[in-house]
């Protein structure tokens, strides 16, 4: 039973993310969606309550979280440098991935107002996980003392506008790829947060 009750979940998580990605969030109607899974609307609103809840659901569903939390659990080194630069690829990959999503989220916060609490859980959720990877570090000695939430943050952001350049303008409009872009601004980030001892 949890089976087909996931799998409906997802095809209804899948078309919704379809059909927001060529109609937008205000056009797309939830008869629409539940046309495109395959279900009747009812079925919809008895897995998700609304269209809002969907749209959470969605960017709770593609987070980058999971992939991030893999990395730290099983392919970290210890070496600062070396697992921020595989924490920074992983992020990337992610992105480029959901993209779709990512743009919605971006296009809806500016236009409804009212969801962005809903649309920012996400993208807040990795700032804290990643605070907390940075505040690990600095109990051992190695990332220096500095408001880790701010630091997470800086780490995001500047991965994120490689990210939206190339969305809007382009993948040549950088004259670099994206592993070289993340490696030289790991080794900036480094620079500014390692411990000197």
Not at 86 to 105: G, K, P, Q, T, Y
Not at 110 to 132: C, N
Request: proline share 3%; glycine share 6%; with cysteine.
């Amino acid at each position: 039973m949890a089976t087909r009750i996931e799998d409906t979940r997802d095809r209804i998580t899948k078309a919704a993310l379809a059909i927001f990605s060529s109609k937008g969030y205000a056009s797309a109607t939830t008869r629409e969606i539940a046309t495109e899974a395959g279900v009747n609307e009812v079925t919809l609103f008895r897995h998700f309550g609304s269209k809002e809840n969907l749209l959470g659901a969605i960017a709770e569903r593609y987070s980058v979280i999971p992939v991030i939390a893999e990395t730290l659990k099983s392919q970290l080194t210890g070496d600062y440098r070396c697992d921020l630069k595989l924490i920074a690829h992983h992020i990337l990959d992610v992105w480029e991935e959901r993209r779709e999503l990512i743009m919605i989220m971006m296009f809806e916060s500016q236009h409804h107002p009212e969801e962005v609490s809903l649309l920012t859980r996400v993208p807040g959720q990795l700032r804290d996980y990643l605070a907390g990877y940075f505040s690990g570090l600095a109990w051992k000695g190695i990332v220096r003392p500095l408001n880790y939430a701010a630091t997470a943050q800086s780490f995001i952001s500047g991965l994120f506008t490689y990210f939206l350049t190339s969305q809007l303008f382009g993948p040549d409009f950088h004259p670099y790829s994206k592993e070289e872009y993340a490696n030289n601004f790991v080794e900036i980030f480094v620079a500014g947060t390692a411990s000197r001892v």
